[in-house]
């Protein structure tokens, strides 16, 4: 299990934005990851998605990294931003445009 953790850990600090879904970008497995998806595309952020269905050690070692029982998981600039509850309201509030402008990956106009 180290392994998946030791992936995931890297996948995490290399990316600036990474979403762990069911799916992929393009073709979401599921309305959530959907959900996530179309804000993040929305605000026009550039992000790498990685599909949790791939690999059932995977879809449970995401889980055991973050200590959250769910997928979608997002990550910006390392640090775990929430499920798809979460980031639907910190959307709605504005405040995800502000944490990913604020790490210098979007314009805070766009």
């Given at each position: 299990?180290?392994?998946?953790?030791?992936?995931?850990?890297?996948?995490?600090?290399?990316?600036?934005?990474?979403?762990?879904?069911?799916?992929?970008?393009?073709?979401?497995?599921?309305?959530f990851s959907g959900?996530?998806?179309?804000?993040?595309?929305?605000?026009?952020?550039?992000?790498?998605?990685?599909?949790?269905?791939?690999?059932?050690?995977?879809?449970?070692?995401?889980?055991?990294?973050?200590?959250?029982?769910?997928?979608?998981?997002?990550?910006?600039?390392?640090?775990?931003?929430?499920?798809?509850?979460?980031?639907?309201?910190?959307?709605?509030?504005?405040?995800l445009k502000t944490?990913?402008?604020?790490?210098?990956?979007?314009?805070?106009?766009?």
């Amino acid at each position: 299990m180290s392994e998946v953790r030791d992936w995931i850990d890297n996948v995490v600090k290399t990316n600036d934005v990474v979403l762990f879904m069911k799916g992929t970008p393009e073709q979401p497995q599921c309305g959530f990851s959907g959900r996530v998806t179309q804000m993040l595309d929305y605000l026009q952020v550039p992000y790498s998605g990685v599909n949790v269905l791939e690999s059932d050690v995977l879809r449970q070692g995401i889980k055991d990294y973050s200590d959250w029982p769910t997928v979608p998981q997002l990550y910006v600039k390392g640090e775990f931003v929430g499920g798809c509850d979460i980031v639907t309201e910190m959307f709605q509030s504005g405040e995800l445009k502000t944490t990913i402008a604020e790490k210098g990956l979007i314009a805070e106009e766009a």
